[in-house]
């Protein structure tokens, strides 16, 4: 099964320039002669962060003798028992009786998938945190889930993003996109009813500005003002987490542990080491859940096995490197949340904050993205051989329109303004299909020179 991850979001995580630096264990498998795929079939190889190992189109008898012209001794063709055991261990057994025409052993997609999809448009998901801003991407996924083709693969999510996730992955398991659909829909509604009484209500004037911010709300104010004078721990003794008992409400964290085919990843911050931690389909729990989306001025840090976390998008909004080390697919779709840019200057005390946590959040997310392209144009380049390396598909999906909510907005969760945000996210989505459903699986439909 996939075990959890511990790794920074730099220094000892991927590297693009040295695929060799990250412990993590190989993706891509070897394709030619039965005799090598034998031996070979339970190890991949992962080349870098920002692109991942093509399967071999030359057999190894064909290295070989080439190594042995160069004067050079054949290459092993064995995989190390030690990395094999380590790939083998972190993919989830599927009975044969279980295990889709498409998938192997192990629940994982056949390589063929990469190009030869069958009539699938396989994706993995990125979602971003963004507290009640996530019901955007719960519009977006909404949308995405009526398409008969639609498949997904895996998803790497963050604070309300990890809970898009997880309700997504545990609905799918029980009744597939339907089921994630009405799981989602379920969700959201719930926290919505949890809200009506929240101290965070905006104002007849917020409401006439038509921007669903709190701007204005005496509540909202009074908790932001005493936040700024104690911690949690002074105001919260007891660690109490509304969200806790909501999803526990709407999951079954055991069914989802030992059903979900969607490979998950929920990232969060060791506040010990500043480590990047996923949490992944067999240790998945409303504690890691909760550790994903941990604001530390809200909510007391979650302790997990002896470790103590807090939000993910401290370091990783979300992570992109999971879907390119344990996932096949080479596209994988961001749903933008927070603003990469922002038109006018902050000049407030509560404007100049939130841009600056808009910017912290973002920032692992874009040198993902730089590597990304690094690796990219080195490909295309001919720098890098295609015959090693397979070129990532990016996606985005985002809205301008996000930037006119105020940030306070992001604590507003009423039904009307959750369902606003979903009727948006569906629109671009909808949009977003139309001019670019049919290149899935063949290219990027995202500029990464937006993120450099």
């Known amino acids: 099964m996939m075990t959890d991850m511990d790794t920074s979001d730099e220094g000892s995580g991927p590297s693009a320039l040295n695929p060799t630096a990250d412990a993590a264990p190989p993706v891509s498998a070897s394709k030619k002669t039965t005799a090598a795929k034998a031996k070979t079939a339970k190890a991949r190889t992962a080349k870098a962060s920002a692109a991942k190992p093509k399967a071999a189109s030359k057999s190894k008898s064909a290295k070989a003798a080439k190594s042995a012209k160069a004067g050079k001794a054949p290459a092993a063709m064995e995989t190390p028992a030690p990395v094999a055991e380590a790939v083998a261990a972190q993919a989830p057994v599927v009975t044969e009786s279980e295990q889709p025409a498409t998938h192997d052993k192990h629940g994982r997609f056949h390589e063929k998938r990469l190009f030869d999809p069958h009539g699938k448009k396989v994706l993995n998901l990125a979602f971003q945190g963004g507290g009640a801003h996530g019901a955007f991407t719960w519009g977006v996924v909404d949308r ?119 490979k998950v990843f929920l990232n969060a911050v060791n506040v010990r080491t500043g480590k990047l931690k996923q949490f992944t389909n067999d240790i998945m729990s409303v504690d890691a859940v909760l550790a994903s989306g941990c604001l530390p001025f809200m909510f007391h840090a979650v302790e997990i096995d002896g470790e103590h976390y807090w939000d993910g998008g401290y370091a990783g909004n979300p992570a992109l490197y999971p ?88 604590l507003n969760a009423e039904l009307g303004f959750l369902l606003t945000l979903k009727r948006l996210g569906r629109e671009t989505a909808e949009q977003w299909l139309h001019d670019n459903w049919d290149k899935v699986n063949h290219e990027s439909t995202c500029d990464l020179g937006t993120f450099m």
């Open 144 to 262: 995405l889930l009526e398409e008969p083709a639609f498949e997904i693969e895996g998803i790497t999510g963050t604070s309300a993003g990890a809970m898009n996730a997880t309700v997504l992955a545990y609905g799918h398991a029980k009744g597939g996109n339907e089921g994630a659909r009405e799981a989602l829909d379920a969700f959201w509604h719930g926290v919505a009813e949890a809200a009506r009484y929240s101290p965070y209500k905006p104002t007849f004037l917020d409401k006439m500005k038509g921007n669903w911010s709190l701007d204005n709300s005496p509540g909202y104010q009074i908790m932001d003002m005493i936040g700024r004078m104690f911690s949690p721990y002074d105001l919260n003794p007891g660690g109490d987490n509304p969200l806790r008992e909501i999803l526990n409400k709407h999951v079954d964290f055991e069914y989802l542990r030992e059903h979900s085919k969607i």
């Open 323 to 410: 879907l390119i080390y344990y996932c096949t697919s080479p596209d994988i779709m961001l749903v933008q949340i927070n603003p990469l840019e922002r038109k006018e200057l902050p000049r407030s005390a509560r404007q100049i904050l939130d841009r600056v946590n808009e910017i912290s959040f973002n920032s692992s997310l874009m040198r993902e993205m730089r590597a990304i392209k690094f690796v990219s144009d080195l490909i295309d380049q001919g720098n890098l051989s295609e015959e090693e390396y397979v070129k990532l598909h990016i996606h985005m999906i985002s809205s301008g329109e996000l930037q006119e909510f105020g940030a306070s907005s992001k």
